[in-house]
């Protein structure tokens, strides 16, 4: 079993910046995983929002988040960041860290794909 925790989310005005964190632990886990974010604004459903590959090697965004959110993972700490600049109203919602177990057929955009979650952090952003 693998345990996800995310922390960083909060309150910020419109062009701010947050950076999110997600702590993994488990027996298991390994830089081997893959790992995505995900979020749920209310009454909307789960979105793809950024994923990367294990060790790093690659990286997918939303496109509406291109050249604001950075994923990266610092597999030393076990743990995936996600830094958000330039945000927008339009970027609330709850996000949620995800991690699939080492093997193929990973659809980074997909959220069938992932095998473990966290409990999700909320980001809200002001006018």
């Known amino acids: 079993q693998v345990q996800l925790v995310e922390s960083g989310g909060g309150l910020v005005q419109a062009g701010g910046s947050l950076r999110l964190s997600c702590t993994a632990s488990g027996r298991t886990f390994s830089s081997h995983y893959t790992m995505g974010w995900f979020r749920q604004a209310p009454g909307k459903e789960r979105e793809f929002v950024a994923a990367?590959?294990?060790?790093?090697?690659?990286?997918y965004y939303k496109d509406s988040v291109k050249g604001r959110f950075i994923i990266s993972r610092d597999d030393a700490k076990n743990t995936l960041y996600l830094q958000m600049n330039n945000m927008d109203p339009l970027d609330t919602a709850m996000y949620y860290c995800?991690?699939?177990?080492?093997?193929?057929?990973?659809?980074?955009?997909?959220?069938?794909?992932?095998?473990?979650w966290g409990q999700g952090t909320q980001v809200t952003v002001s006018p």
């Open positions: 995800a991690a699939r177990s080492p093997r193929t057929g990973w659809n980074p955009v997909s959220d069938q794909s992932y095998d473990y």
């Open positions: 990367i590959g294990w060790a790093g090697r690659t990286t």
